[in-house]
C-alpha cells in the first residue's frame, strides 16, 4: 500500500526561499521529485517490510544524478553545484533515508574521495562507472571497536615490498554485500591514516550482510573484512594523508544528509496535515483542533528554520566558506527535527499513524540510525560546543 496523499504533495515553501534557487536548481528537484513521487513511495513501504534493497532503482537514480552530482563532468559527474547536491538528498530522503543513504556513500564518500585523493588513473577508472551506477561503493570508516572515535581504528595496512597487506574489520558499511569496490581507511605501519581501494572478489576479502535491522531496512548493511588481502600500489589513494581526509568526506555526507532529513521531514508533515483534515472526530476534522494545530504549527515553524538552516549551509558551501562545525549544526538539528517529527505526526494521526500505508514508522525508524551515523547527535554537539567554547571535549 502506499499513502494517500503523494498526489497532493506540497513543495513546503513559507518564506518564498525558492526565490534564492536558480531555475536550474528547481528543475533538479523537480525531476528527483518525479521520481520519488512515481518509483519510490509507491514501491518504499514494501521494500522496508520485507528487508530488501530496491536495486532495480539504481539505473533511474543515476538519471538523476543521485551518484556524483558535484563530481565534475569530465570525470562522469553532473558538475552541480553544493544546493542542487541538496535538494536532491532532501527529495530522494522524502522517499526513503535508505535511497538517500545509498547516495550519500557513492557520491560523499566514495566518488568524492577518489575525486580528491585518488590517481588520475584511478579517477578515469572509477568516477564514470560509479556515476552511472555500473559499480557500486562502499566505505570503511568505523570498526567493531571503534565508532565516535575513528582515531583509534584497529585495521592496518602494511607496506612490504612493493605490495601492501591489508587486515582488520569494518561493521556497519551501507552497500558492503552489493559493493564492487569499497574506500577503506587504515593505519599504516607508522601509525597514520591512509585510504585504499579495495575491490570484490580480491583474495581475503568478503563482505557478510547485518541482517535483522528494525532502522534503514530498505538499505543493505554489512561488514568488510579484511584477511590478508594483497594490494598494490595502484590500490592507494596517493594524496589521502591523515585523519582528516576521510573527514573531509563526511563533512560533504553531513552537509547532504542536513538536505536529506527535510525531506523526511516534509514527507511526515504533509501527510499529517491533509490527514487531520480529512479525519472527523467529535463532529469536526482533527484539524479544527486547537492541540492539533499547535502541534502542525511548531513543527511547520521549525521546518521553515531548518530550511532556512540548510539553504545558507548550501550557499557557503558554494562560496568554499563553509566550516565542519556549521555543518555539524545543520546535520545535528535536522536530523533531530525529522525524527521529533515522526513521532509527532505518527500520534497526530492516532492508530492509522502505526501502518506502513503511511510513512511516520519507516521515517522514525530510518532516522534512528540517520541521528547515528555521519557523527552521533552527541558527537556533533561537542563539536559545537567546542566551536563556542574553545574547550575539547574529545581529550
Ligand atoms: C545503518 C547504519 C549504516 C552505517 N553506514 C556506515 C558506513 O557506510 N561507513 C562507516 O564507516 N560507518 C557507517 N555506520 C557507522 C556509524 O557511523 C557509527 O555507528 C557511528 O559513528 C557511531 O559509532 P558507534 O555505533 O560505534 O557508537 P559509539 O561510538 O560506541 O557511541 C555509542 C554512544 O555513545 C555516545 N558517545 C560516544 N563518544 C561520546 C563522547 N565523547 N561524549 C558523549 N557521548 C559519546 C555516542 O553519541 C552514542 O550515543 C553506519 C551505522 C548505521 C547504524
Redesign the pocket.
Known sequence: MQNPFISSYRNFDYLELDNFLTDEQKLIRENVQQITNTQILPIIDEYAQEAKFPAHLLPELAKINAFGAMIPTEYGGAGLDAISYGLIMQELERGDSAIR?CAS?QSS?VMLPIFKFGSEEQKRKYLPKLAKAEMIG??????P??????SSMETRLIKKGDKYILNGA???????PIADIAVV?AKNENNYVIGCIVEKGMHGFSTPE?KN?W??RA?I?GELIFNEVELSEENILPLAKGLKA?LSCLSSARYGIAWGALGATMDCLHTAIEYSKQRTQFGKPLAKFQLTQKKLAELHTQLTQAQLLALRLGQLYNGNKITPAQISMGKRNNVELALRTARECRQLCGAMGIIGDFPFMRHAMNL??VI????????H??INGMDITGEN??E
Open positions: 543513504s556513500v564518500l562502499a566505505f570503511g570508516l568505523t570498526e571497536n571503534h565508532g565516535s572515535d575513528p569494518k561493521m556497519w558499511i551501507t552497500n558492503a581507511w547485518i535491522k532502522s534503514l538499505s548493511t576521510p534512528e540510525s547515528t551515523y555521519e557523527g552521533t547527535h552527541e558527537v554537539l561537542l571535549a574529545f
